[in-house]
Nanobody, 124 residues
Framework: QVQLVESGGGLVQPGESLRLSCAASGFTVRYYAIGWFRQAPGKEREGVLCIRPSGGITYYLDSVKDRFTISRDNAKNTVYLTVNSLQPDDTAIYYC?????????????????WGKGTQVTVSS
């Protein structure tokens, strides 16, 4: 069955970077769109960005366009989210997600499959 496992989160200081991983099983990531979402304390889950099978990237948040990027390792069946210049407002649980189709879905309510998330905390 479809399984997504995130890792790589942690506690970092403002300005530092992390690389989050999303290891997939039960399907092949290169054929489907994979998105990253985040949920901060007391806020709704929001879309961050998404990679399509073509390699094209859709950003959902203007605030991360110059700092976050998404990539895919087909051999490892893993999608990565590299987050640079982290700020306290980036503190959240980060989730990867898919609908096993080729479309990037903006709204969390439309998503069929989720990982359990990885916590990113940015604090001095």
């Amino acid at each position: 069955q479809v399984q997504l496992v995130e890792s790589g989160g942690g506690l970092v200081q403002p300005g530092e970077s992390l690389r989050l991983s999303c290891a997939a099983s039960g399907f092949t990531v290169r054929y489907y769109a994979i998105g990253w979402f985040r949920q901060a304390p007391g806020k709704e889950r929001e879309g961050v960005l998404c990679i399509r099978p073509s390699g094209g990237i859709t950003y959902y948040l203007d605030s991360v366009k110059d700092r976050f990027t998404i990539s895919r390792d087909n051999a490892k069946n893993t999608v990565y989210l590299t987050v640079n210049s982290l700020q306290p407002d980036d503190t959240a649980i980060y989730y990867c997600a898919t609908n096993q189709d080729t479309y990037c879905h903006t709204h969390a309510s439309d998503i069929d499959y989720w990982g359990k998330g990885t916590q990113v905390t940015v604090s001095s």
